[in-house]
């Protein structure tokens, strides 16, 4: 009883304040019994066009009345209701407000425990709306059938310009469906697919697609467990693409022998020498690539001719190709 007084309260608070155009109520429990009156509150509401329910608890229950209600209000712009415990109750309700709603332009259902299944509902999702233009589905639960699912619904998609897929688990088929789905969309800008494991395949997979598509300007591959192979047909089709301005990608170097090399911790895209060669060479002939970032957790490194280590801290290295020049930062 006090966590659902707890969670009336703070909806009671939401909708003496509606009259703003930004709501933003994080870390309350709202729960799902606190999102309800919230949603009937916000069905009528003309002013509020952007909200944050981020980590609130709402649960499924809350989710659905969250979605029920924005079938009818065609105000609300961005809404974040990310780390909620939505699952696939919530997951199928937003899929289905998906359909219908012409307005929602920013969605984030981050760390909703989302699966292979809620993703298979919302590519369908994908595939009707038109408007949504950036979708945060990150550190969720899509595995490599999810993968699938997500990428088919890309391929139909034409309006979505930013997506984020990182900290999942799509893996080799997945992979190949989101690869393949880059071929065919042309309104994608944007896509994170770090923390995935998208490994020898799937990074070959992603290489292929850069050399055809030319609407992505940002996309970071970091930690994907790339292999050499990988890294030399990524910088192949880096030096043909003429979209891409900014990549991010984290490499495990410790084999390399250059003049410092590196001992970077495993897991990352162990691409070797001469898969950085490679990729190098195709950032220096890429004429609108701005910015590679190269993120970095190093533990110690080793100066050719020497054989003592020093220890190092982590840091993030950014290369400018247009300036020549290297910005390390702690």
């Known amino acids: 009883m006090k966590f659902l007084f707890t969670g009336l309260t703070a909806a009671s608070f939401l ?51 969250l979605a029920k ?66 979708l945060d589905l990150s550190h969720n639960n899509f595995g490599e059938l999810g993968g699938v699912y997500l990428g088919n619904g890309i391929a139909g998609n034409i309006g979505l310009a930013d997506i984020d897929l990182s900290w999942n688990g799509i893996r080799e088929k997945g992979a190949l469906s989101i690869a393949k789905a880059l071929q065919k969309n042309s309104s994608l800008e944007t896509l994170d697919l770090s ?59 410790m084999h390399c022998s250059l003049l410092i090399t590196c001992n970077y911790q495993m897991g990352m895209n162990p691409i070797g020498y001469e898969g950085v060669d490679a990729m190098l060479k195709g950032v220096a002939t890429n004429p609108s690539l701005k910015l590679i970032g190269i993120e970095v957790s190093q533990t110690a490194f080793t100066q050719t001719g020497t054989s003592g280590q020093t220890p190092y801290e982590s840091y993030t290295c950014i290369w400018c190709p247009y300036t020549q020049h290297i910005t390390a930062k702690e």
């Open 15 to 65: 909708v003496r304040n509606l009259g703003e155009g930004s709501l933003k109520m994080r870390h309350h429990y709202l729960g799902g019994q606190g999102t309800k009156p919230l949603a009937v509150a916000l069905k009528e509401n003309t002013v509020c066009e952007e909200i944050d329910l981020s980590d609130n608890y709402v649960e499924g229950d809350g989710a659905s009345a």
């Open 69 to 134: 209600m924005l079938k009818e209000n065609m105000f609300i712009v961005n809404l974040n209701i990310s780390n909620n415990f939505m699952r696939s109750i919530g997951a199928h309700a937003f899929a289905e407000m998906l359909e219908v709603n012409t307005t929602l332009k920013t969605l984030s259902l981050q760390g909703n425990q989302l699966s292979d299944n809620d993703a298979l509902r919302l590519s369908e999702a994908l595939r009707a709306n038109m408007s949504l233009s950036v």
């Open 195 to 253: 923390w995935n494991g998208l490994g020898h395949t799937g990074g070959i997979a992603i290489a292929q697609a850069l050399r055809v598509n030319k609407s992505l300007r940002v996309l970071d591959i970091s930690n994907n467990r790339l292999t050499t192979e990988a890294g030399k047909k990524l910088g192949q089709a880096i030096g043909k693409n003429e979209a891409l301005e900014t990549l991010l990608v984290s490499i495990d170097m």
